[in-house]
């Protein structure tokens, strides 16, 4: 799971003017990729469409206009997940990837434009946090020159220790984990920065992000230009402008809550939406939005022989 993934990066959180709104290009930007991903998802005979969207979407000032536009021009109506349920859906995610055997776990998720963290026992955490602490975002707004400056650098450190001593405070409160993981496409490029393995061996392989590589792997990254970070192993250069502020996102939070190592989780979000459907379907809740296209049993792949089930189009990345 997935059956097959296309992924496209967006950078909305990056993509935003002075009073919080997604720009003309932003916008046009996720009108033309939403559409591009319908197309793919009808080709494909995908028979049901789960289309959401998460933090720069929710938290720009024009989201309705935006929503209003995709919805005119695709078709597609765009679902705005809450920070909450991005957490508790992550959340879930992981407890199912790890197992009951985990125990108390701790969960750590760093986007474009939100960091997400649950702390909890069972699938459905005691405490799911989302904060404003992305890794667009922080780039945006904190590390606009290139590479950025060293006396910027331990401000940013400063400023995400204050910022994070009441959220962690909640997530301890909770209980202590007896597994801390960390999951997204930010968390798995540090991991690989650090030396675990590459994607290509597979997701079942272990791999681990120590706070004492991470500490190693700022003070060479944030010397870098973008344009160098991306020429590293496993950095995209869609990726490489959020590079630095992940790391230190990733290190502040580490060093709130007293990890010395995370787990790196292969599954997210977008899994542990598909796993909440199945979970609603199993239970006889409503279905996802249907798109046109054969019916079951013409020889295409999915349930009893018909088309596959569902489309995320969680790909669309802030």
Request: charged share 25%; hydrophobic share 40%.
């Amino acid at each position: 799971m997935p059956m097959s993934s296309t992924k496209a990066t967006l950078r909305l959180s990056e993509n935003m003017d002075d009073k919080g709104a997604i720009t003309a290009e932003g916008a046009q930007r996720l009108i033309a990729t939403v559409a591009e991903f319908a197309s793919i998802a009808e080709t494909s005979r995908c028979v049901e469409l789960m289309p959401f969207a998460t933090s720069a979407v929710r938290e720009a000032t024009n989201s309705e206009d935006v929503l209003a536009r995709v919805r005119a021009q695709t078709g597609v109506d765009l679902r705005v997940l809450s920070g909450v349920d991005e957490a508790r859906s992550t959340f879930l995610a992981v407890r199912r990837w790890y197992g009951w055997s985990a125990g108390r776990i701790l969960n750590l998720d760093i986007g474009g434009g939100s960091l997400e963290v649950s702390n909890g026992g069972d699938e459905e955490p005691d405490v799911a946090l989302s904060l404003q602490l992305g890794a667009g975002r922080l780039t945006r707004d904190w590390l606009r020159e290139d590479p950025p400056g060293k006396r910027r650098v331990a401000v940013l450190r400063d400023w995400l220790d204050a910022e994070l001593v009441l959220p962690a405070k909640q997530l301890i409160d909770a209980g202590r984990p007896d597994l801390a993981v960390g999951t997204s496409k930010t968390f798995r490029s540090l991991a690989r920065l650090t030396g675990a393995a590459p994607s290509a061996a597979g997701p079942r392989v272990r791999r681990t992000l120590t706070s004492s590589g991470l500490r190693q792997l700022i003070a060479f990254i944030s010397r870098m230009t973008a344009a160098d970070r991306a020429e590293l192993e496993g950095v995209s250069s869609d990726r490489s402008q959020q590079l630095v502020a992940g790391a230190l996102i990733a290190e502040a939070s580490m060093r709130a809550l007293s990890l010395d190592t995370l787990e790196i989780c292969p599954w997210a979000l977008r899994e542990g939406l598909i796993l909440r459907k199945l979970d609603t379907d199993m239970n006889g809740g409503p279905r996802a939005t249907h798109l046109p296209g054969p019916a079951a049993g013409d020889g295409s792949r999915g349930a009893e022989g018909g088309p596959p089930l569902s489309g995320p189009i969680e790909t669309v990345s802030s």
